[in-house]
Nanobody, 114 residues
Framework: QVQLVESGGGLVQAGGSLRLSCVVS????????FGWYRQAPGKQRELVAG???????KYADSVKGRFTISCDDAENTVYLQMNSLKPEDTAVYYC????????WGQGTQVTVSS
């Protein structure tokens, strides 16, 4: 059974950085496509970043130039590096792997104070 476990969230001041991790266990598939989503209170879940390895990388307009999605096959881990954080980035962040599947982690809270 595939499990996704996110970590790395927390409370940070505006302008700060966080790196989110998503460890994928219970599967031998190589990372072909994966994504990070977020959901703020009262809002729908939205795509933050997605990657199809070797082909496509997509970012929400609101995070372009600040966030970077990556993966480490050897560690079975997907990352989201978040720099220059803003209060509007506050949300629960979820990993989705494979991207577009029904497999989600439990989420990790990111809170950015002004």
């Amino acid at each position: 059974q595939v499990q996704l476990v996110e970590s790395g969230g927390g409370l940070v001041q505006a302008g700060g950085s966080l790196r989110l991790s998503c460890v994928v266990s219970g599967s031998t598939f190589k990372f072909i496509a994966f994504g990070w989503y977020r959901q703020a209170p009262g809002k729908q879940r939205e795509l933050v970043a997605g990657m199809r390895v070797g082909t496509t990388t997509k970012y929400a307009d609101s995070v372009k130039g600040r966030f970077t999605i990556s993966c480490d096959d050897a560690e079975n881990t997907v990352y989201l590096q978040m720099n220059s954080l803003k209060p509007e980035d506050t949300a629960v962040y979820y990993c989705n792997a494979p991207w577009g599947s029904s497999l989600w982690g439990q989420g990790t809270q990111v809170t950015v104070s002004s």
